[in-house]
């Protein structure tokens, strides 16, 4: 009975954060970008700068028509947001925010593999969305989706793996447990090539060709409305809280930090995801959109050389220390 | 020397970043009234007194938005034995702001200096049949226009003044020889100054450098038969 | 999926051969979901195959695959079932759809859909199936993998595993994807030499072949 408590009340606290980190990077996103530009940003739901803005944009979706093109694909079509939104809950699941084992959702074994595995089955989603959509735009957007997945998983996979290489172990947690101060001026090149990538994969400017609006409208997105709409941009938002907080757990020592007090770990992890999330605003804000074959060329002709030239440095490294 | 690769991404990463740390710009209109710059374009407000109808401004409006009745009423003489004068007294002023473009024509060919723009924006209407603003709305809106900025350190007094003060002067040499009627001229004198305002032809002035601080005089209403004017408050 | 399976095998064989006492009459939780996931693996699969729309066929890949995903789950072979996420369903599935969409993917029933020798490919997946089945029943018989115990799939076990007694297919797999990929890289140098050729206008309708193709 114990174990049914803990498994519940693990799985609700990673749904609140599900929940919540999204809504709040989101808002962040409101005020951030307004300010970068010189206005202010909503400033009247909630009475106080306009914290509920993304609630009531909730409660907007939720009262528009939920409406299915004629032509579409009903059920493809319909069930493409689940798809799009559920891995990144999962995701969520295996992130250790501190140390121990009261501070993730749940132990994986193969964490990498499973967190990039499930990221990746995310975009599905969006492939769906834009075939069943009967729109040629959507079918375009869904296109560019999968050419920019097929050329930024490549560059994400081998920094993980750099990573990996490094800590000896596929393991999150192992690889927390592992980390040095040094492995960041070690693996900087790994952490930021991985963090571009994941930007790629989420589709966020400025690498949001999959839903360049001024060309495709919205991508594989265009026919949706109401809930559904609201959720694969719930989607967007936590996408980028997974990307923060793996980039984090991966790349910058997750827990560990300069007065690194027991049982304070977890401030750690937050702060450097909300870090992280701000340069994600902060790059949408400042660059504009790469045109698809910039983006492509991004990828194989830079990314991917680095982040073997990472795996190559790591390894050097490794066989030395040892 | 080549500038270093990515010196251009980093570059562009500190403008929005200094954006970030400065002072938005956005006017939160409803919350706040914004600062307008004098001269602005408001409405027209419409000083009765100095209204001939003389029909120029009704003439040359573009849209033919003005509209203005008279009547002609006879003034008994003045003097004992004089001829009776016959002035134009208005009934009608009213302008279609529904029509009217805004483009100041009217204020511009008025001899008499009647129409003035006002910085006034918040008159809309739900229907358009209420845009049109008779004589009473035009003459609340005229108390709400500023005073005209002050002339430049080096100007040329204007011939206005100059005109008024030489009448003034001449008439006070006058009374210098009859004193009994001194307080008379005084008085005509004044009177000569008052409908006009003392730039003469202002609104060719609207090139004059705008000064940052508000200028002392701005808040005092030039014509102003009323005491205060609520309406200015926090417009400033 | 036959180095995913592979694998599968590998993990398999470093379980512990234990446990005597297991009977099919009283089946653990385990066993009735492993049971349960086959069959929407298997019903998934020959949806997939007998499908008239070119997409839900794809779609329904997704399923099967992610099935067996389960299923490597449930048999503690934890790294497997993620390696086969990642790349079937990431990579493989996106790569398909990827092409469909390019090509022609449209919403509904395609009639022709269909191939004339069904019968024929119907024999060879019964054989593989059969010889596949054949050879892990053989292989394993009543070996039972021991569920409480330290993960038997683990990716440190299937690391040692991997690295050590299976060295060789693993390096002959490595050689024949690295044959494909020089492969790939030989036919698409030719047809653009080709298209140069028979073209023999820098600024044609499709440009020269490198634009043309991007």
């Known amino acids: 009975m114990n174990d049914v408590l803990?498994?519940?009340?693990?799985?609700?606290?990673?749904?609140?954060?599900?929940?919540?980190?999204?809504?709040?990077?989101?808002?962040?996103?409101?005020?951030?970008?307004?300010?970068?530009?010189?206005?202010?940003?909503?400033?009247?739901?909630?009475?106080?700068?306009?914290?509920?803005?993304?609630?009531?944009?909730?409660?907007?979706?939720?009262?528009?028509?939920?409406?299915?093109?004629?032509?579409?694909?009903r059920r493809i079509f319909q069930l493409a947001p689940a798809v799009a939104l559920l891995p990144y809950l999962l995701v969520l699941l295996a992130i250790p925010i501190g140390p121990g084992e009261g501070a993730v959702g749940q132990v994986v074994d193969a964490g990498i593999f499973f967190v990039l595995a499930v990221m990746g089955v995310g975009v599905l989603g969006s492939l769906m969305a834009g075939w069943a959509s009967a729109n040629k735009f959507s079918l375009l957007g869904g296109l560019r989706?999968?050419?920019?997945?097929?050329?930024?998983?490549?560059?994400?996979?081998?920094?993980?793996?750099?990573?990996?290489?490094?800590?000896?172990?596929?393991?999150?947690?192992?690889?927390?447990?592992?980390?040095?101060?040094?492995?960041?001026?070690?693996?900087?090149?790994?952490?930021?090539?991985?963090f571009v990538?994941?930007?790629?994969?989420?589709?966020?400017?400025?690498?949001?060709?999959?839903?360049?609006?001024?060309?495709?409208?919205?991508?594989?997105?265009?026919?949706?409305?109401?809930?559904?709409?609201?959720?694969?941009?719930?989607?967007?938002?936590?996408?980028?809280?997974?990307?923060?907080?793996?980039?984090?757990?991966?790349?910058?020592?997750?827990?560990?930090?300069?007065?690194?007090?027991?049982?304070?770990?977890?401030?750690?992890?937050?702060?450097?995801?909300?870090?992280?999330?701000?340069?994600?605003?902060?790059?949408?804000?400042?660059?504009?959109?790469?045109?698809?074959?910039?983006?492509?060329?991004?990828?194989?002709?830079?990314?991917?050389?680095?982040?073997?030239?990472?795996?190559?440095?790591?390894?050097?490294?490794?066989?030395?220390?040892? | 020397m080549p500038p270093i690769p990515g010196s251009g991404l980093a570059k562009g990463l500190a403008v929005t970043l200094r954006t970030m740390t400065k002072k938005t710009v956005?006017?939160?209109?409803?919350?706040?009234?914004?600062?307008?710059?004098?001269?602005?374009?408001?409405?027209?407000?419409?000083?009765?007194?100095?209204?001939?109808?003389?029909?120029?401004?009704?003439?040359?409006?573009?849209?033919?938005?003005?509209?203005?009745?008279?009547?002609?009423?006879?003034?008994?003489?003045?003097?004992?034995?004089?001829?009776?004068?016959?002035?134009?007294?208005?009934?009608?002023?009213?302008?279609?702001?529904?029509?009217?473009?805004?483009?100041?024509?009217?204020?511009?060919?008025?001899?008499?200096?009647?129409?003035?723009?006002?910085?006034?924006?918040?008159?809309?209407?739900?229907?358009?049949?209420d845009l049109t603003h008779e004589r009473d709305k035009l003459r609340e809106w005229m108390w709400t226009v500023p005073?005209?900025?002050?002339?430049?350190?080096?100007?040329e007094e204007p011939k206005e003044l100059t005109a008024a003060r030489k009448t003034a002067d001449k008439m006070a040499a006058r009374q210098e020889v009859a004193q009994a009627t001194e307080r008379h001229a005084d008085e005509q004198a004044r009177a000569a100054e008052r409908p006009t305002r003392p730039m003469g032809d202002s609104k060719q002035q609207t090139d004059q450098p705008r000064t940052d601080h508000p200028r002392p005089d701005r808040n005092q209403p030039y014509p102003s038969p009323k005491p205060d004017r609520p309406e200015q408050e926090g417009r400033e | 999926m036959t180095s995913a399976a592979t694998l599968g095998h590998l993990?398999?064989?470093?379980?512990?051969?234990?446990?005597?006492?297991?009977?099919?009459?009283?089946?653990?939780?385990?066993?009735?979901?492993?049971?349960?996931?086959?069959l929407v693996t298997f019903g998934a699969a020959v949806v997939t195959v007998t499908t008239r729309q070119l997409v839900h066929a794809a779609l329904w890949l997704v399923v099967a695959l992610g099935g067996l995903a389960v299923e490597y789950l449930l048999l503690t072979a934890e790294f497997i079932a993620w390696v086969q996420v990642l790349i079937y369903v990431g990579a493989v599935v996106v790569l398909i759809l990827f092409g469909l969409m390019l090509t022609r993917a449209p919403i509904g029933r395609s009639p022709d859909a269909d191939s004339g020798n069904r019968w024929a490919a119907l024999t060879v997946a019964v054989a593989?199936?059969?010889?596949?089945?054949?050879?892990?029943?053989?292989?394993?018989?009543?070996?039972?993998?021991?569920?409480?115990?330290?993960?038997?799939?683990?990716?440190?076990?299937?690391?040692a595993s991997l690295f050590q007694n299976w060295v060789l297919p693993f390096e002959a797999l490595s050689v024949l994807l690295l044959a494909a990929l020089v492969?790939?890289?030989?036919?698409?140098?030719?047809?653009?030499?080709?298209?140069?050729?028979?073209?023999?206008?820098?600024?044609?309708?499709?440009?020269?072949?490198?634009?043309?193709?991007?």
């Open chain 1, 6 to 73: 803990d498994v519940t009340l693990r799985l609700l606290i990673v749904f609140a954060v599900f929940l919540a980190f999204p809504l709040i990077v989101g808002q962040t996103e409101h005020k951030v970008m307004a300010h970068m530009q010189g206005r202010l940003g909503p400033m009247y739901a909630g009475g106080f700068h306009g914290w509920a803005q993304l609630v009531a944009d909730g409660v907007k979706f939720a009262q528009k028509e939920d409406v299915v093109p004629a032509d579409a694909d």
């Open chain 1, 145 to 194: 989706t999968a050419a920019q997945l097929l050329a930024y998983e490549l560059p994400m996979l081998l920094t993980a793996a750099s990573v990996a290489m490094a800590a000896g172990t596929v393991s999150l947690v192992g690889i927390l447990d592992a980390f040095e101060w040094w492995w960041l001026p070690w693996q900087i090149v790994g952490a930021i090539v991985f």
């Open chain 1, 197 to 322: 990538a994941g930007l790629a994969e989420l589709q966020r400017p400025p690498f949001d060709m999959p839903v360049a609006d001024s060309e495709i409208i919205f991508g594989a997105y265009t026919e949706y409305t109401g809930l559904r709409f609201a959720l694969f941009l719930l989607a967007e938002y936590a996408g980028i809280v997974v990307l923060c907080g793996l980039t984090t757990v991966l790349f910058l020592g997750g827990w560990h930090g300069p007065r690194g007090a027991d049982g304070l770990g977890w401030v750690w992890t937050l702060l450097k995801t909300a870090v992280l999330a701000f340069v994600v605003i902060w790059l949408r804000v400042t660059y504009p959109r790469l045109r698809e074959d910039q983006l492509q060329r991004l990828s194989w002709t830079l990314l991917v050389p680095l982040s073997l030239a990472q795996i190559a440095l790591t390894g050097i490294v490794k066989v030395v220390i040892q």
């Open chain 2, 26 to 129: 956005t006017e939160q209109y409803p919350d706040a009234q914004p600062e307008l710059p004098p001269r602005t374009r408001g409405v027209i407000g419409l000083f009765e007194e100095n209204c001939t109808v003389c029909m120029l401004c009704a003439r040359e409006c573009p849209d033919w938005c003005i509209y203005i009745d008279s009547h002609k009423e006879t003034v008994p003489a003045a003097t004992p034995g004089g001829r009776d004068r016959s002035r134009n007294v208005l009934d009608r002023f009213a302008i279609d702001f529904s029509l009217c473009m805004y483009c100041g024509i009217c204020i511009e060919v008025c001899p008499f200096d009647a129409l003035f723009w006002s910085p006034e924006f918040e008159y809309s209407e739900t229907d358009i049949r």
């Open chain 2, 147 to 155: 005073a005209p900025p002050a002339l430049d350190p080096g100007a």
């Open chain 3, 11 to 38: 993990a398999a064989d470093s379980t512990t051969a234990a446990a005597e006492s297991q009977g099919f009459l009283s089946p653990t939780g385990v066993e009735v979901a492993f049971l349960l996931v086959g």
């Open chain 3, 128 to 159: 593989a199936a059969a010889a596949l089945v054949w050879v892990v029943v053989d292989a394993f018989r009543t070996t039972w993998i021991d569920l409480d115990g330290p993960a038997a799939g683990s990716t440190a076990v299937t690391g």
């Open chain 3, 183 to 214: 492969g790939a890289i030989v036919l698409s140098r030719r047809a653009k030499a080709n298209h140069v050729t028979e073209a023999g206008r820098p600024t044609g309708p499709n440009g020269s072949g490198k634009d043309g193709v991007r």
